[in-house]
Protein backbone atom coordinates (compact mmCIF):
# COMPACT_ATOMS: atom_id res chain seq x y z
CA UNK A 1 0.00 0.00 0.00
CA UNK A 2 1.08 3.78 -0.86
CA UNK A 3 0.22 6.59 1.30
CA UNK A 4 0.19 9.81 0.63
CA UNK A 5 -0.03 12.43 3.08
CA UNK A 6 -1.28 16.28 2.64
CA UNK A 7 -2.42 19.32 4.08
CA UNK A 8 0.95 20.46 6.43
CA UNK A 9 1.58 24.11 6.36
CA UNK A 10 2.43 27.16 8.43
CA UNK A 11 -0.13 28.43 10.90
CA UNK A 12 0.02 30.84 13.94
CA UNK A 13 0.14 29.42 17.79
CA UNK A 14 -3.41 28.42 18.68
CA UNK A 15 -4.62 28.05 15.39
CA UNK A 16 -5.90 24.50 13.84
CA UNK A 17 -4.88 22.35 10.86
CA UNK A 18 -5.94 18.78 9.43
CA UNK A 19 -3.21 16.70 7.58
CA UNK A 20 -4.76 13.89 5.56
CA UNK A 21 -3.43 10.82 4.51
CA UNK A 22 -4.88 8.80 1.32
CA UNK A 23 -3.87 5.10 0.71
CA UNK A 24 -3.46 3.71 -2.76
CA UNK A 25 -2.86 0.51 -4.27
CA UNK A 26 -4.64 -1.85 -0.93
CA UNK A 27 -7.54 -1.07 1.51
CA UNK A 28 -6.54 0.79 4.52
CA UNK A 29 -9.82 -0.70 6.43
CA UNK A 30 -7.27 -3.82 6.70
CA UNK A 31 -4.52 -1.77 8.43
CA UNK A 32 -4.22 -0.39 11.94
CA UNK A 33 -2.76 3.45 10.90
CA UNK A 34 -0.51 5.63 13.19
CA UNK A 35 0.51 9.51 12.98
CA UNK A 36 4.30 9.78 14.03
CA UNK A 37 6.20 13.33 13.80
CA UNK A 38 9.84 13.82 14.08
CA UNK A 39 10.92 17.60 14.58
CA UNK A 40 14.26 18.75 13.69
CA UNK A 41 17.31 17.37 15.44
CA UNK A 42 14.74 15.34 17.36
CA UNK A 43 13.44 11.42 16.76
CA UNK A 44 10.76 10.88 15.49
CA UNK A 45 7.85 9.96 18.26
CA UNK A 46 4.59 8.85 17.86
CA UNK A 47 1.35 11.10 17.80
CA UNK A 48 -1.47 8.81 18.11
CA UNK A 49 -2.83 5.23 16.55
CA UNK A 50 -6.08 4.07 15.39
CA UNK A 51 -7.58 0.42 15.08
CA UNK A 52 -8.87 -0.55 11.75
CA UNK A 53 -11.98 0.19 13.00
CA UNK A 54 -12.57 3.32 15.28
CA UNK A 55 -13.22 2.05 18.19
CA UNK A 56 -9.80 2.01 19.34
CA UNK A 57 -7.65 5.09 19.52
CA UNK A 58 -4.55 5.91 21.19
CA UNK A 59 -2.88 9.29 21.97
CA UNK A 60 0.59 10.69 23.38
CA UNK A 61 0.19 12.73 26.28
CA UNK A 62 1.84 16.09 24.71
CA UNK A 63 -1.53 15.91 22.32
CA UNK A 64 -3.72 14.52 24.09
CA UNK A 65 -7.14 16.65 24.05
CA UNK A 66 -5.76 18.74 21.58
CA UNK A 67 -5.49 16.53 18.37
CA UNK A 68 -8.14 13.75 16.97
CA UNK A 69 -7.12 11.00 14.81
CA UNK A 70 -10.39 9.25 12.37
CA UNK A 71 -10.64 7.02 9.80
CA UNK A 72 -13.05 7.26 6.57
CA UNK A 73 -12.57 3.26 5.38
CA UNK A 74 -14.96 4.31 2.65
CA UNK A 75 -12.61 6.85 1.31
CA UNK A 76 -9.25 4.88 2.11
CA UNK A 77 -8.09 7.90 4.34
CA UNK A 78 -6.86 8.62 7.69
CA UNK A 79 -6.75 12.16 9.00
CA UNK A 80 -5.02 13.71 11.80
CA UNK A 81 -6.91 16.65 13.27
CA UNK A 82 -4.69 19.50 15.23
CA UNK A 83 -5.87 22.11 17.33
CA UNK A 84 -4.70 24.47 19.83
CA UNK A 85 -1.22 24.08 18.08
CA UNK A 86 1.77 24.81 19.60
CA UNK A 87 4.78 25.83 18.67
CA UNK A 88 6.85 22.44 19.97
CA UNK A 89 4.31 21.16 17.22
CA UNK A 90 6.36 21.91 14.66
CA UNK A 91 7.30 18.86 12.77
CA UNK A 92 7.45 16.76 9.97
CA UNK A 93 3.93 14.36 9.91
CA UNK A 94 4.36 10.99 9.13
CA UNK A 95 1.40 8.68 8.40
CA UNK A 96 1.90 4.74 8.57
CA UNK A 97 0.21 1.84 8.09
CA UNK A 98 0.62 -1.47 10.41
CA UNK A 99 -0.94 -4.46 8.84
CA UNK A 100 -2.79 -6.53 7.31
CA UNK A 101 -3.96 -7.31 10.35
CA UNK A 102 -7.05 -9.45 11.43
CA UNK A 103 -7.67 -7.89 14.29
CA UNK A 104 -10.19 -4.92 14.57
CA UNK A 105 -9.07 -3.08 17.81
CA UNK A 106 -5.27 -3.66 17.66
CA UNK A 107 -3.19 -0.58 17.33
CA UNK A 108 0.93 -0.45 17.77
CA UNK A 109 2.56 2.94 19.32
CA UNK A 110 5.68 1.16 18.16
CA UNK A 111 7.24 2.71 14.84
CA UNK A 112 9.00 -0.39 14.40
CA UNK A 113 5.39 -2.06 13.84
CA UNK A 114 4.65 -0.20 10.93
CA UNK A 115 4.72 -1.17 7.68
CA UNK A 116 4.04 1.57 5.71
CA UNK A 117 5.02 4.61 5.17
CA UNK A 118 4.60 7.69 4.02
CA UNK A 119 6.52 10.58 2.70
CA UNK A 120 5.57 13.18 5.68
CA UNK A 121 3.93 16.67 5.03
CA UNK A 122 5.34 19.54 7.70
CA UNK A 123 3.48 21.26 9.98
CA UNK A 124 5.05 24.92 10.93
CA UNK A 125 3.57 26.92 13.47
CA UNK A 126 4.81 30.27 14.51
CA UNK A 127 4.67 32.28 17.53
Known amino acids: VQLQASGGGLVQAGGSLRVSCAAS????????MGWFRQAPGKEREIVAA????????YYADYVKGRFTISRDNAKNTVYLQMTSLKPEDTAVYYCAADGPRYSTTYYSIKEYEYDYWGQGTLVTVSS
Open 50 to 57: IARVNIRT
Open 25 to 32: GGTLSSYA
